[in-house]
């Protein structure tokens, strides 16, 4: 396992210093997901979950007891079943978790409303993220409500529920030097499928057959499931932000949009690059694709120590709207522009998101009512992006149906910042090239 058990087992006692004396924080695993009849979806587990334990079973339940004698770790899980097993692959069973991940007791899973209220009870506070689960939500009242019925023969529930999520997300958000290493080998593999796919391409090809080459170089180095459905997208498919159709023909003369990145070992990427299917970018294609270039390196580098999350954000709105008003597809003072926000006719979302162990990672991007500063270790991506929707009559037709996002995934450092995904060219020049060769 990359993530080591000393790794694991510190995540646990960062997140209990967090939780203090008398307190418990229950974290259920994700469950099996049915994809069609008797066939399921392949199973991945709770990203909280796996971040403190590293197991990857369904049908699990995480316990933390700060200070409690008999051990602080508990899990509840299935229990070994050969007949099971047999279908199904290996489980570790109770008596596996305490010898592989460092549990200090394990149960079944099948005990856990005899035992759980055990360990409820008398607990001061309650850490648990309410609302994601309702099922999961209504059997942790039905536990509550079991002490709330012993009161009179001296039970006492416990105290308070506190939200999880603030606290362990904080943890989540700093990333460690093994999360760095996972993340830095995945955009690795991502910049290589990126540049497979600028190889293949040609007019005539379907956005699925790019996507198969992607998906190739993903399973083949070790990866073997995407972080998010990859978007391909020819044409005016481009302008639409989550198009997954990746359905038609390829033509010449459009631009492809392909935003994909795999997951390796529970972390993700997530790399965008926009190409000419041809191999050469148009005028009107090139004049664009180098505004945004300009405004992702505009916005790379604000990104450091000191600055704030919103930094990389306003420097690309105002590249973008400088050009724009450069292009004549905006008209006015650029000030009154973005004051205006006239830009988010083109350019509708936000410049990135923090990335690490989910695709759209958890972290605050304001602490009270000011923009998050950024620190060493956050990871975010980077994908400044202009739309010009086919069907848009207000600007000169040769504009119409241009989309181009270009996306790098970027670590903060001591003094600035890491893109970790350069593997894969983004100047018009090193892109023709490589499609050339």
Not at 75 to 92: K, N, Q, S, T, V
Not at 144 to 157: D, L, W, Y
Not at 180 to 206: E, N, Q
Not at 305 to 328: C, I, K, M, Y
Request: aromatic content about 8%; charged content about 25%; some cysteine.
């Amino acid at each position: 396992m990359s993530i080591s058990k000393t790794e694991f087992a510190r995540r646990r006692k960062n997140l209990m210093a967090l939780m203090g004396p008398n307190s418990i924080a229950i974290i259920p695993s994700a469950r099996e997901q049915v994809r069609s009849r008797d066939t399921g979806y392949p199973f991945r587990q709770d990203s909280d979950f796996y971040y403190l334990s590293g197991f990857v079973e369904p049908d699990a339940v995480l316990i933390l007891l700060p200070g409690r004698r008999h051990g602080q770790f508990v899990i509840f899980c299935r229990e070994r079943d050969p007949d099971m097993e047999l279908w199904h692959g290996h489980r570790a069973g109770p008596e596996g978790v305490c010898e592989q991940y460092a549990a200090d007791d394990a149960f079944p899973i099948g005990d856990i409303d005899d035992i759980l209220p055990g360990l409820l009870e008398g607990r001061e506070r309650v850490y648990y993220s309410m609302g994601r689960s309702t099922e999961f939500d209504r059997q942790i009242m039905d536990w509550v409500n079991s002490i709330r019925g012993k009161e009179a023969s001296g039970a006492t529930p416990p105290g308070e529920f506190t939200d999880l999520n603030h606290m362990l997300h904080e943890l989540r958000l700093y990333k460690s030097a093994a999360e760095l290493r996972l993340l830095r080998s995945a955009a690795d593999i991502t910049a290589r499928a990126h540049c497979r796919a600028m190889k293949h391409c040609r007019p005539g090809l379907y956005e699925y057959q790019l996507e198969a080459e992607i998906q190739h170089e993903f399973a083949s180095s070790g990866a073997r499931f995407p972080a998010y459905p990859s978007i391909v997208g020819g044409g005016h498919n481009a302008c639409v932000m989550h198009y997954i159709d990746n359905s038609d023909k390829l033509r010449d003369g459009d631009l492809v949009l392909i935003d994909a990145g795999c997951e390796l070992e529970y972390y993700a990427s997530d790399v965008t690059r926009t190409f000419p299917v041809s191999g050469r970018f148009s005028a009107e294609q090139r004049a664009l694709y180098e505004l945004v270039l300009k405004a992702q390196l505009a916005a790379i580098a604000e990104i450091k120590p000191g600055n704030h999350w919103n930094q990389p954000h306003d420097a690309s709105v105002r590249v973008f709207t400088e050009g724009l008003v450069e292009l004549g597809l905006l008209k006015g003072r650029v000030a009154t522009l973005i004051k205006r926000e006239a830009y988010r006719a083109f350019y509708m979302h936000r410049v990135g998101h923090w990335l690490g162990l989910d695709v759209h990672d958890v972290g605050d991007y304001r602490v009270g009512s000011e923009w998050r500063m950024l620190e060493r270790g956050m990871v975010m991506t980077v994908e400044p992006g202009l739309y010009i929707a086919a069907d848009n009559t207000k600007v000169p037709k040769q504009w119409r149906g241009i989309g181009i996002r270009i996306e790098d995934d970027v670590v903060v450092t001591d003094k600035g910042c890491d893109v970790i995904s350069s593997g894969v060219p983004k100047t018009v020049d090193e892109i023709e090239a490589l499609m050339a060769g």
